[in-house]
């Protein structure tokens, strides 16, 4: 009776939160991220790969950017003809992935796949942080990481839930709303 238990337990876990499944970068055609992402998930579907590639990211980065003489925030690609996949890698996937239009290959020695590390993972943004905070609603903050990095403003929100807080900072001369996940931000020390 308490194998058939741990067979139902091994069952009801998520695939994605297996040790096996890793990230893994893979190279595209220069401005194909998008089509690349496209295909990869047409792929996973059509091959029923749905248990072994969970997440396909591009990513993206929100950057401050001046266009005639107005400022604003926007999001583009952080690295340029790159994907990142997790998923549970095997001889078998390697021609699912390398044969989809758009993608060039693995990023690795000989174009094999080599999986990211913990601290890249973590760099790159691909997973999130869970931060425990004290930060409350009409508390001052510093964020120390992003566009808006140096910049102290007061919280107005905090989500939990998603681990973000929206924060009123002053920019351009005027009170703008943010919203920033914990691990950018600290209470300021005044």
């Not at 990230?23 to 749905?50: C, D």
């Not at 996937?93 to 390398?98: A, D, F, I």
């Not at 920019?171 to 300021?188: C, D, H, N, P, Y």
Request: charged residues 30%; negative net charge; contains cysteine.
């Amino acid at each position: 009776m308490e194998e058939l238990e741990n067979v139902e337990n091994v069952q009801a876990m998520d695939p994605s939160q297996s040790p096996d499944a890793k990230w893994y970068a893979l190279h595209t055609f220069s401005g194909y991220e998008n089509v690349a992402k496209e295909n990869l998930e047409t792929v996973r579907t059509k091959f029923g790969l749905e248990n072994r590639i969970f997440d396909i990211i591009i990513p993206m980065e929100t950057v401050l950017e001046e266009k005639n003489g107005k400022k604003k925030l926007v999001e583009r690609k952080s690295m340029p003809s790159y994907i990142f996949v997790k998923m549970i890698y095997g001889d078998d996937l390697w021609h699912n992935v390398t044969r989809t239009r758009g993608v060039t290959g693995f990023v690795g020695p000989n174009g094999r796949p080599l999986a990211l590390t913990d601290e890249e993972v973590r760099k790159n943004k691909l997973e999130r942080i869970v931060v425990e905070t004290d930060i409350a609603v009409g508390d001052q903050v510093e964020v120390i990481d992003g566009p808006l990095e140096g910049t102290v403003g007061k919280v107005t929100a905090v989500n939990t839930d998603t681990c973000v807080a929206t924060i009123e900072v002053e920019m351009f001369g005027r009170s703008t709303s943010v919203e920033l996940e914990f691990a950018q931000i600290r209470k300021a020390k005044f």
